[in-house]
């Protein structure tokens, strides 16, 4: 078994407290699967509003722990060690289901496969079930990017006089208009 403890968790993600949703990976076989473990506890910082008088793990949580698996599967399948530049982004989220609720006390038990890499566009098939009963499964992409890369990637927001080609109006008091520059809603 190839089992990887939160330490080399913490050498494998960036992802920190209260974001790390991965606790121990059980086992993985590089370029193929993964299964990793998320104990699930009433001190998660999404519980006090998510109920409060009826504490679910939100899904979007669920998906995320899910990538998570996905982003350690990729940096053991291309055996590089990940440095502080790279990062395997999630990019999209196909056939998401949700099966059951997932309460504090539940021990996610999360498998992801590989289906295929194509263009550096990674696909997997992932899994999440507590006490053997799924609760959730997705198909994901993710992306290796450089993070230093995408901070030059960002498109800055229309701003004042900036020339635009379309009418499209921003929010209730900002107008882009064609041919016209950006101006204030009067």
């Known amino acids: 078994m190839n089992r990887i403890d939160i330490h080399q968790i913490f050498q494998h993600l960036h992802h920190r407290y209260p974001f790390l949703l991965i606790d121990r990976v059980l086992d993985y076989t590089k370029g193929e699967s993964l299964v990793a473990i998320k104990n699930v506890t009433y001190n998660e910082p999404f519980f006090q509003g998510h109920f409060p008088h009826r504490p679910i793990m939100p899904g979007v949580l669920i998906i995320e722990a899910m990538a998570q698996a996905t982003g350690i599967l990729a940096f053991k399948t291309v ?64 992306m290796k990017r450089n993070i230093a890369e995408t901070a030059d ?34």
Do not use: H
């Open 79 to 142: 055996d590089e060690p990940p440095d502080d530049n790279s990062l395997y982004y999630l990019v999209g989220v196909d056939k998401a289901r949700f099966k059951q609720p997932v309460e504090p006390g539940d021990q996610l038990l999360i498998e992801v496969k590989l289906l295929r890499i194509t263009r550096g566009m990674w696909k997997y098939a992932a899994t999440t079930k507590v006490d053997n009963k799924l609760v959730a499964s997705a198909e994901l992409m993710c």
């Open 153 to 186: 990637d960002k498109i800055a927001p229309p701003q004042i006089d900036d020339k635009v080609a379309e009418t499209t109006q921003i929010d209730e008091t900002v107008v882009i208009s064609s041919d016209e520059s950006v101006r204030e809603k009067r």
